[in-house]
Every structure is written in structure tokens, then in C-alpha cells.
């Protein structure tokens, strides 16, 4: 059983998933993890497959649906995902302000700096307005409360506003 | 809803619902996804009938021994009856407590302001979810032994979490609940 990666970006419109899909369960593909959305209107797919068939079947088998609008890679995938990052904590970060270059840049250089790792990350902007939400884990050696600090002052020399809070959930 | 619960403020409150004696409950295993006794209604329950009684005892101790676990339900130890054990005295969101207690038959009556938070459960133990759910509530619900009707106004987390074992009784996990298409995440170990 091999592990590709399959992007799609390009010019949305309806059906494409369920064109590529069927395309890969003919071939036995099984779609593991995958996100999807819409970036500014453009579509962006992900996805994990693991399937019995070589990269060539593969690319074979998505390749109908490329165009000039729409485009579709596939990366052949190792086992691991991830460096194990030991024991960790996990925090989410949320940013808004105005828009400007190096928001993202400045504070996710600092968290990696800090030896964090970010396991979600979307941005979006509309009009004027830029919202940044980061989830990551952070190792336990590091100070969580140093590391907001530097990211809050960051933020200000931005002129963007910064939160940064312990990831929460209640196991019922 | 009786008077005594209706005139009741939104206050802060403490109200602990007297418990019939139970007998020696036994630990047992959890069901975990995917499943189809976690998936399917679970049906009435006799709160009379002594396997229902034993079960509610079953429901406590199983829910005791479990690190952190706040509730339990019969369909989350393989048993498809409308019955579930709650307790939230111990976790630090709790405003409102009715204590330790068994419901059966259990149903929502009223809930009202929504707030989103993630949740977790012992039988899905690879994902959680961000959930709406109701901070007040009024439910009603049998107790084992007696089969007294009770019915009560709650809130914070002991109404998420009685909303949480209600969706168990129904055949409903948080999965069913999750709020949009990028609402579940896989499981975080936090420190």
C-alpha cells in the first residue's frame, strides 16, 4: 500500500471532488485525511491517499482533470507524518488588524524560533480586514507565557491585535 | 415545570438530587466508535426493573474509576437503554450542580443561549469536536428504584454535559454536532 499527497487548486466549480474521487476509488484509492476550502473564491484540495497503484496509475488517473484553470499534482508520501515533538502543549493563537506584508511571516518566525510547531493555520482577508487564526503545539521546556509575551509585542509593532489561550476541550 | 422550579433565579445553585440506594456496581467496559450501539436510539427503560437498577450502579462506579469522566452511558458500555450517570461537581466550569445522579428516560425540555466549545468523549477517543451547545437547561428524566420524576434547571457545564449523555440516549455522538465542515480535529493530549 503506497501514500500519495493529491492537490487540486485552481478555478472552482461544482463537482470536482466527486470527479476525482470516483476516479480514485476505481482504482482503489482510499481517501484518508483531506481539507478543502475556498481561498478568495479559488478552490485548494489536499489530500492523503493510500492506494495499491504506482504514482504513474495515480497520476493517470487524475490527470483528465487538469487544465489550464485547474491543477492537480501528486506526491508520493512517507510513512511518518511528523517528528515526534514529545511531551507538549497545545494553545491557539488569533490575530486581526489591518492588512499589511509580514504579519504572518514576523509571528510565525518567532513561534518557530520557539521551537513550536503549528498543526492549523488560516488566514483570510476581506477588504481591508486580515484574520489570522494559529493552533500549535508548544514543547514543555518552553515558557508559554514568555512566548505570548514576544508574540503580543510583535503584534503591536504590526498595529494587530493578538490573542493567545490554552487549547480547551472537556471530555464528557 | 413545577412552581418551585420555575420561580427558581438564574443564579448560582445548588440543588443535589436525592439518589434511591443503589446496589454494589460493577466496572465495565466502554464501547468505543465506530459502533452501532453508539449510533442507534437506545430505547425505554424500566427504571423498576432490578437489571435497570444494577445497571444504574454499574453506570456510577464505571464513571468513577474513569480519569476525568464527568458522565456516562448505557449505550457507551454496550447496553441500548435510555439511561446515563452524570457528575460535574469536580470540573471547574461548573456552575450549577445537581450532584451524582442517574437519569432515565431521560429529555431536554428547554434550551436556551448557545455557546460553542470543544468537546471530547471516552468512546471517540481519536477526535474532538467544536459543539454548540444550550448553557440553560430544563430537563426531566426517572430515577432508578423509584421511578420518581425529576425535573430540573440547570446550566453551564453540567448543561453541556447532560446534553452530551441525552445525544448518547438519542444515538448521537458529538460528531453528529459538530459546527461546519472544519469543526473536528484529531485528538490533542494536553499536559
Not at chain 1, 52 to 73: G, R
Not at chain 2, 104 to 121: D, H, M, P, S, Y
Request: net charge negative; charged share 20%; glycine share 8%.
Amino acid at each position: 500500500m503506497s501514500s500519495f499527497a493529491i492537490t487540486v487548486v485552481g478555478h472552482d466549480k461544482p463537482g470536482i471532488i466527486a470527479a476525482v474521487t470516483k476516479a480514485l476509488a476505481e482504482h482503489g484509492g482510499n481517501v484518508e485525511d483531506s481539507t478543502m476550502t475556498l481561498l478568495r473564491g479559488h478552490f485548494a484540495w489536499t489530500l492523503l491517499v493510500s492506494v495499491e497503484a504506482d504514482q504513474t496509475e495515480i497520476e493517470e488517473s487524475v490527470a483528465p482533470f487538469a487544465s489550464d484553470d485547474l491543477s492537480v499534482t501528486v506526491l508520493p508520501m512517507p510513512e511518518a507524518g511528523h517528528d515526534d515533538l514529545g511531551a507538549h502543549a497545545s494553545y491557539w493563537v488569533n490575530v486581526h488588524g489591518a492588512d499589511r506584508p509580514g504579519i504572518v511571516a514576523t509571528l510565525t518566525g518567532a513561534l518557530a524560533d520557539q521551537g513550536g510547531n503549528i498543526t492549523n493555520l488560516s488566514t483570510r482577508l476581506v477588504n481591508d480586514m486580515y484574520v489570522l487564526g494559529i493552533d500549535i503545539d508548544l514543547p514543555q521546556s518552553v515558557d508559554a507565557d514568555a512566548v505570548a509575551a514576544t508574540l503580543t509585542s510583535l503584534a503591536s509593532d504590526l498595529g494587530v491585535s493578538l490573542s493567545m489561550n490554552a487549547a480547551d476541550e472537556d471530555v464528557l | 415545570m413545577s412552581d418551585s422550579v420555575s420561580q427558581e433565579s438564574e443564579a448560582e445553585q445548588s440543588q443535589t438530587i436525592v439518589m434511591p440506594e443503589l446496589p454494589e456496581g460493577r466496572l465495565l467496559d466502554t464501547v468505543v466508535a465506530p459502533a452501532e450501539v453508539l449510533s442507534s436510539p437506545c430505547g425505554d427503560a424500566d427504571p423498576t426493573d432490578p437489571e435497570v437498577i444494577q445497571l444504574a450502579a454499574d453506570l456510577i462506579a464505571s464513571m468513577r474509576v474513569a480519569p476525568g469522566c464527568v458522565g456516562l452511558a448505557a449505550n457507551q458500555v454496550g447496553v441500548p437503554l435510555r439511561v446515563f450517570s452524570l457528575d460535574v461537581s469536580e470540573h471547574p466550569k461548573t456552575r450549577t450542580c445537581h450532584g451524582e445522579f442517574v437519569l432515565v428516560n431521560a429529555e431536554i425540555l428547554e434550551a436556551t443561549r448557545n455557546q460553542k466549545a470543544r468537546e471530547g468523549c471516552m468512546s471517540v477517543p481519536d477526535f474532538t469536536g467544536d459543539v454548540k451547545r444550550a448553557t440553560r437547561l430544563v430537563v426531566r428524566g426517572q430515577l432508578p428504584v423509584t421511578g420518581e420524576w425529576v425535573e430540573f434547571r440547570t446550566d453551564a457545564f453540567e448543561a453541556v454535559a447532560l446534553q452530551h449523555e441525552i445525544d448518547h440516549t438519542n444515538g448521537f455522538l458529538f460528531l453528529d454536532r459538530a459546527a461546519g465542515a472544519h469543526a473536528i480535529h484529531p485528538r490533542q493530549t494536553y499536559l
